[in-house]
């Protein structure tokens, strides 16, 4: 009776760390759903201008952005798990985690920041019709739909920072146990959104001025009562923080590597998507709206895997951290049982709710893409559960045993030499339409879970705990810091040597030749702006 309440509690641990961190996901993607709908609601111009700066934005700044996070998924609960301050580890450590990773997030920002503004000058050489169905030509909107794209990312751009800063805050909380407060951020992130875009666009009729406010609102209002919360939390010592630390300008390196190799998983994955909505088209019409909408839904369920992904990290580091090899093995194998049981109620009920999916986007008359959609679903849901499995694997055991490096060669040579080109195949040279589309796409998916599944075989769950244990004292210097801790932190530098002064003085050099830099690459933008 005993291993069966040990087991219900971790399973209930594994559901409710899974439901906040999905809930953080989900939440984005249904923010991007609900600016689109307000757009479409103004006129198609702006839901064609509007889609297309999410397209970039996703492209740019979301896919870097969760891609780059999962260093945190690695070094956070291995960090917090080494055990407790009582047990020798430094106070605050899990908080000088979070701030080498919002340093490098900021970075990261902004260096993506050039391309993502300058991109306005590609605009123009975009198809006069939109990247959505639709005659705009029709209505006299042809040149409208760059202009609004240019003015929607010119306001948005504020965001990238906004999100980047809520989610690794968000981690912070879900790691530490304050998974309904997560949750409770993300339900008033929505909330905001929607009475903002019905304010600001309806009521006011701001058009793109108010979609973009809305955007930044919606994340600034949960931003700030995440600071408040955890402001009260820390003062009452709740929370693993010891005020801000200049260590956090060292240990770069590691993370480093780790958040840019998954930046190129991230980017790699939307790269491929983007290439699968593009050249549908040369499929027809009803087939581009089917890859739209289909792309739609799987962007909802991927963020449920996600989430479920990073919440397996999250248990399977923690379990590392403390040495406890058999823990790591039964977090591992309830991982992947718990996807799979989920991808195929999800996959089911998908597919017997397919005819009511897609009335939600076409209207009665459109029988062309209600069919193709109905009678290719099938292939669609099969893909569901195959990337949901690769998913669990690449993004949840892989991450906590910080293998980034080896899912971002995986995932680069599945999606560029194997996805892509069977893609642009079916297209080009079957009369397979949607069904070749996915054919690419769930190759990669069972390639991703072949070839994790190989390492995962492969790998020593001994060294793994070897490793998290250099890791956790690699970026804690524990020794060093319980060695000092009687010294005046008045100034920020209890545990830091001469040579890591060095470093540090390093990265901040290195902080503003990249700042320097962005100006220069955004300085027509900047030009653009003041004229």
């Known amino acids: 009776m005993s291993g069966v309440k ?24 249904m923010m991007t759903f609900v600016t689109l709908v307000f757009a479409g609601n103004i006129d198609a111009a702006h839901l064609s201008g509007v889609g297309l700066t999410h397209s970039v934005y996703e492209l740019f700044v979301t896919s870097v952005s969760v891609g780059y996070s999962s260093v945190f998924d690695t070094y956070g609960p291995q960090v917090y798990g080494s055990g407790p301050v009582e047990q020798g580890r430094a106070k605050g450590e899990l908080g000088v985690v979070l701030q080498r990773c919002l340093l490098q997030g900021v970075l990261i920002n902004l260096i993506i920041a050039g391309p993502y503004l300058n991109f306005v000058y590609i605009i123009d050489l975009l198809p006069d019709g939109g990247i959505y169905p639709g005659d705009l ?9 760059r202009d609004i794209a240019v003015q929607y990312l010119r306001i948005i751009v504020v965001v990238e920072y906004l999100d980047y800063a809520i989610i690794m805050i968000s981690k912070y909380f879900a790691i530490q146990g304050y998974n309904r407060f997560v949750f409770l951020v993300s339900v008033v992130m929505i909330t905001i959104h929607i009475a903002a875009n019905y304010v600001l666009v309806s009521v006011f009729q701001l058009e793109a001025i108010g979609l973009g406010l809305a955007g930044i609102i919606s994340r600034i209002v949960p931003l700030v009562v995440s600071l408040v919360v955890w402001t009260i939390l820390a003062k009452k010592g709740n929370l693993d923080w010891d005020g801000f630390s200049s260590r956090a300008l ?8 780790l958040g840019i190799s998954g930046a190129i998983y991230g980017v790699a994955d939307y790269i491929m998507f983007e290439v699968a909505i593009f050249f549908s088209q040369f499929d027809g019409n009803a087939a581009l709206q089917v890859v739209i909408i289909q792309m739609q839904y799987w ?22 951290s403390k040495g406890l090899k058999d823990e790591t093995r039964f977090h591992m194998k309830l991982s992947v049982v718990n996807m ?15 005819i009511y999916e897609v009335r939600i986007f076409v209207s009665s008359d459109a029988t062309d893409t209600e069919n193709l959609f109905v009678e290719t679903y099938w292939i669609f849901c099969v893909c569901v559960v195959m990337d949901y499995m690769q998913v669990a694997l690449n993004q949840g ?12 060669w995986t995932q680069s040579i599945a999606c560029y030499v194997i ?10 040279l ?57 010294a005046d932190d008045t100034t920020l530098l209890v545990g830091i040597t001469e040579k890591q002064k060095e470093k540090r003085g390093v990265v901040i050099a290195f902080i503003v030749a990249s700042v320097i830099l962005v100006i220069l690459a955004c300085s027509s933008f900047i030009r653009d702006l003041l004229i």
């Open 6 to 29: 040990e087991f219900l509690k971790k399973e209930w641990e594994f559901l409710t760390l899974s439901a906040s961190f999905s809930s953080m996901f989900l939440i984005y993607v």
């Open 137 to 145: 030509s029709a209505a006299g909107e042809v040149s409208d739909y």
């Open 250 to 257: 060292l240990g770069w390196k590691p993370m480093m590597k």
């Open 299 to 320: 962007t909802v369920l991927w963020s449920l895997a996600m989430g479920m992904a990073r919440a397996s990290a999250t248990l399977i580091g923690a379990a590392l």
């Open 340 to 354: 799979g049981i989920f991808a195929s109620v999800v996959a089911g009920v998908n597919y017997c709710l397919r």
């Open 397 to 408: 055991i892989l991450v906590a045993f910080g293998a980034q490096v080896f899912t971002a």
């Open 419 to 428: 996805g892509i080109p069977i893609i642009l195949i079916t297209i080009f």
């Open 430 to 486: 079957t009369d397979l339409d949607v069904v070749g589309t996915f054919i690419g796409i769930g190759l990669v998916a069972v390639t991703m879970f072949a070839t994790a599944s190989f390492k995962i075989w492969k790998t020593d769950i001994g060294e793994m705990v070897e490793m998290s244990q250099e890791r956790v004292t690699g970026t804690t210097s524990t020794a060093e810091i319980n060695s000092t801790n009687e």
